[in-house]
């Protein structure tokens, strides 16, 4: 699966029930071997992606793609890849320990 592909599929994957009153973006720097930016605007309920992301987001994940990909699969546990360094975490951190909830990630 390549990051266009995880990422088109993330609007889908919403929560709508948790993202009922929510009205952020989140934002995704992608590195490595398949790059990219990609932001979800979340807006009561619904979600958007925006390819090329988005000038202020109000959370920004920073992720190698196969690190990204292997938290996608479930292989890795992404509070241990926060904390190992290799998430790295910009903005609402509030926000950032909803986005599981928000839009859970089950390949």
Do not use: C, H, Y
């Not at 952020?24 to 398949?34: A, H, P």
């Not at 930016?37 to 979340?42: L, N, S």
């Not at 202020?56 to 793609?65: H, I």
């Amino acid at each position: 699966m390549t990051m266009a592909e995880l990422f088109e599929a993330m609007p889908a994957r919403l929560d709508s029930a948790a993202a009922a009153k929510v009205n952020k973006t989140i934002q995704w720097n992608i590195t490595g071997d398949d790059p990219g930016v990609w932001a979800i605007q979340i807006n009561d309920g619904a979600a958007r992606l925006v390819p090329d992301g988005v000038e202020k987001p109000d959370v920004t994940f920073t992720v190698n793609s196969n690190d990204w990909l292997t938290i996608a699969e479930g292989k890795l546990n992404a509070m241990n890849a926060f904390m190992t360094g290799k998430l790295k975490i910009a903005g609402d951190m509030g926000l950032a320990m909803k986005v599981p909830q928000l839009l859970p990630l089950e390949l």
